[in-house]
Every structure is written in structure tokens, then in C-alpha cells.
């Protein structure tokens, strides 16, 4: 008998999404349970990634046996803007037929790179970070256009992303040194003065370069999309988005979070002040003690799967998804459609002559692991609940886990090291 609800459905085919780089990231994902495997690249939110990666990962698929069905999915990018240099130094925007143009054809380009020897219908993310509503909408529909006219693969599925955003957190973090410095080790960041906002001294983080000056490239405010007058992304927000995606077309949307929110420890799901979750992402701190926050509070995303399907499109959610969250939101919003995660799942790589693992904290320098894949699925797909190791050493951690597992007694418990061996919660 569950507990929980969700085992009761019948029917149930909710799907975690894992983002993978490389056929090894994909066969760990498959063997944990992944049941949509994504090809990104981990430098940024939604990583361009080259067409014959996406095949070598899709043959990586098909020779890996799996329980259940899997798709697979890839992405255009973060953004569709396309600019020129002017005389003057200046960026200049291209012309709208040029970006809908530039965007449809990537899109037939990695649909036809995804194929459909794994599955018959790819997922295709776009991302459409910054660009105003009447925009978004023009671009989104030339791909929906265009994928349904192909011979090869009229059968890929639209999935529009909107980066939640929380400016006034975001405000509070980036002139962290650990927010720079992953910022800095990721590109994002570009040259200004002295006296710039914002600016600071890259030597600080790159001996090589002391003396020169510069300031992490902020997000794109929603205000200026015309997307929402908040500072966060709001139930307008994420209205106007999935208006504009249905009216495109579209089958799918997802709410993800843009490499600035992922480098402050800013994730999707906030657990804090609601009666229903268990706020473990308070007790989630960093090296230096700062704390896991969150955008959507558990209500906007119920409001954001709901409208999703009133529009008879599916939701998925991402954003630094942490298997406490998972395990919860599965539960407690038993009709979302997809979860989707990289972090959550990743751990540092083991060398295998030995040495320790490299690229500590960053994107890039962490892999999948199958049993950190787990810690995302879904109850009825056999989830479970994972915990760092550094983290189930607080008592903070150890009380608010023990009232998570009296709220959800079905859940087994694990902790995780460095390089994601699981052991039992003791
Ligand atoms: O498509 C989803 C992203 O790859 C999720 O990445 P993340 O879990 O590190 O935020």
C-alpha cells in the first residue's frame, strides 16, 4: 500500500531527464533510470553541443539495455539572438527573419542528429532567454513549423525553456568570491573599468591575468522580455510563457534556471515556508556556509503544471534539483510530467590511477553517476532520497531529514561522498 499516492496512479509515466555529455555520462544515466537522456554541454544552462556528439550519445543508448522506453533530447541554445559588430565596436541585432531562419535550421540539424532509432519522437529544448513574447512566440513556431514538415523527424517534440530568475537574490550573491569564481571558470564574464559596477580584479581568480578588470555578465531581466514587472519570476511570468508557448504550438515547457542562479546556489525549487515541504535546502550550505536557496515556492510550480496541462502540454522542471526536492515535489505534485537534472546527479571523477578528483565545484568537472541518478526518479521508478555526506553530518540536516521520512515513510535513505558511493543513512 503507498503511502505517498503517487505508486496508485495508474498509468504513471513521469520521466526523469538527465543531461549527459558524452556516451559513458549516457550509459550511467540509462543504467540509473534516466528515461529521457540529454545531450548539453555542461559549460552552460543549455550547452550547444555538436550534432555527432548527439549521435555518438545516441549510440550509447541504443547498446545500453533498458527497462523501460527512452527518448532522447538535445538543445539549440540558450538564447535565439543573433547580433553583428558595428562600426563603433557596438552589438547590433539581426534582422527577426534572420534569427527565426538561424533557429529553425539548428533545430532540423539536431532533430535529424537525435534521429529516431532510440525513439520516435526527440525532445527538442529552446531556449528563448531574453527575447520579448512576440519574439519567443515567432521563433518557436518556424521550429514546430518546420519539424512538422520534415520527412525524417516530424515526430520531435517542442519543449520552449524559461529561466526562472530572482534578481534581488542574485543582487545579494554575485560579488561572492565562490559565485565569481565559477562564473570565471565558465566564461561568463566580460571586460569593463575599474569603476565599472560590479567589477573586480580577475587576478583574484587567474594569476595570469591581475591587472585586468571585469564583471560577471548578468541575466537577461524578465521586466525587459515584457514577460513580468517582478523581480522574480512570478505566476505572470510563467503564464505569459506558456500562452505564448502553446500558441506556438509547443508540447512541452520547461522551467529551468540560467548559469548565474546555478553558480549563487540559486535552484528552482525554494522549500522554505511551506507548511508541506521539509526545508532541507536551508541546511544545504557551501564551504564557505552559504545556503541553498530557491525561486518557485510549491504552489507556483502546482500552478505551472496545471496551466502546462490546460493547454495539453507537459511540464518539467529543472534548476539545481536536489534529490530532497525531488523526492518531495514527485510526491506532492503527482501530476508533473518531467524532472530534469545535471548537479544533482553528478559527482567529482574518480582517477582511476589514483589521483584525486579534478575541476572541484565546477559544472564541467563533474560527472553522472548512476546511483546519484536514483536519488531523482521517481517513487514507482524505484527513487530514493540521497544526502551528501558533508551535508548529513549537520544535526540540522539529521533533524529535518527525520521529519522528511516521517512525512514519507516508503522513502529509503542513503548518504553520498565526494565521488557518489552511496551508503546507508544511519
Ligand atoms: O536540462 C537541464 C539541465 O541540464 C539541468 O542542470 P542542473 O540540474 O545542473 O541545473
Known amino acids: 500500500m503507498s503511502t505517498s499516492g503517487v505508486q496508485d496512479i495508474p ?43 548527439i549521435m555518438d550519445i545516441g549510440d550509447a543508448v541504443l547498446r545500453t539495455r533498458r527497462q523501460l522506453p527512452v527518448q532522447l533530447s538535445t538543445n539549440i541554445g540558450e538564447d535565439q539572438l543573433l547580433f553583428r559588430r558595428a562600426d563603433n565596436g557596438l552589438a547590433m541585432a539581426k534582422s527577426a527573419y534572420e534569427q527565426v531562419s538561424k533557429a529553425a535550421q539548428a533545430a532540423l540539424g539536431v532533430a535529424v542528429a537525435m534521429g529516431t532509432g532510440v525513439h520516435p519522437c526527440g525532445i527538442l529544448k529552446v531556449g528563448l532567454d531574453g527575447m520579448a513574447v512576440d519574439e519567443l512566440a ?21 519543449m520552449s525553456v524559461l529561466f526562472a530568475q530572482d534578481l534581488d537574490l542574485w543582487d545579494a550573491r554575485k560579488a561572492l568570491p565562490q559565485v565569481r569564481r565559477v562564473l570565471v571558470g565558465l566564461g561568463e564574464y566580460q571586460p569593463c573599468t575599474p569603476d565599472a559596477p560590479g567589477a573586480f580584479d580577475l587576478g583574484e581568480f587567474r594569476t595570469d591575468e591581475a591587472g585586468t578588470f571585469a564583471a560577471v555578465n548578468e541575466p537577461l531581466p524578465h521586466q525587459d522580455c515584457g514577460l513580468t514587472r517582478d523581480r522574480r519570476t512570478d505566476r505572470e511570468a510563467i503564464l505569459g510563457m506558456v500562452e505564448a508557448s502553446a500558441a506556438a504550438g509547443a508540447d512541452a515547457v520547461m522551467v529551468g534556471t540560467s548559469v548565474q542562479m546555478k553558480a549563487a546556489r540559486i535552484g528552482l525549487i525554494s522549500t522554505a515556508d511551506s507548511p508541506e515541504l521539509v526545508d532541507l535546502n536551508r541546511c544545504d550550505t557551501d564551504s564557505e556556509g552559504l545556503p541553498r536557496a530557491g525561486i518557485l515556492s510549491l504552489d507556483e510550480i502546482r500552478f505551472f503544471v496545471e496551466v502546462c496541462h490546460s493547454y ?58 548512476s546511483s546519484l541518478v536514483g536519488g531523482i526518479l521517481p517513487p514507482e521508478q524505484g527513487g530514493y532520497l540521497v544526502l551528501p555526506r558533508r551535508m548529513a553530518a549537520s544535526p540540522q540536516a539529521r533533524e529535518s531529514v527525520a521529519a522528511l521520512l516521517k512525512c514519507h515513510p516508503d522513502l529509503t535513505a542513503f548518504t553520498a561522498d565526494e565521488y557518489g558511493a552511496l551508503a546507508p543513512l544511519s
Do not use: C, Y
Not at 144 to 155: C, I, M, Y
Open 138 to 158: 515567432e521563433v518557436l513556431g518556424e521550429i514546430v513549423t518546420t519539424l512538422r514538415r520534415s520527412d525524417q523527424v516530424s515526430r520531435t517534440r517542442v
Open 312 to 369: 495539453g502540454m507537459q511540464a518539467n522542471l529543472a534548476g539545481s534539483v536536489q534529490s530532497h526536492q525531488a523526492q518531495q515535489i514527485w510526491r506532492l505534485v503527482p501530476q508533473l510530467d518531467q524532472l530534469s537534472a545535471r548537479g544533482g546527479v553528478s559527482a567529482l571523477a574518480r582517477d582511476p590511477f589514483g589521483a584525486t578528483g579534478s575541476g572541484e565545484g565546477a559544472r564541467r568537472g563533474r560527472t553522472v553517476r
Open 11 to 53: 498509468g504513471a509515466d513521469r520521466r526523469l531527464l538527465v543531461s549527459v555529455f558524452d556516451p559513458q555520462e549516457a550509459r550511467e544515466a540509462v543504467l540509473g533510470g534516466a528515461r529521457i537522456i540529454d545531450s548539453e554541454d555542461p559549460r552552460s544552462a543549455l550547452g550547444t553541443i555538436k550534432p555527432q556528439r
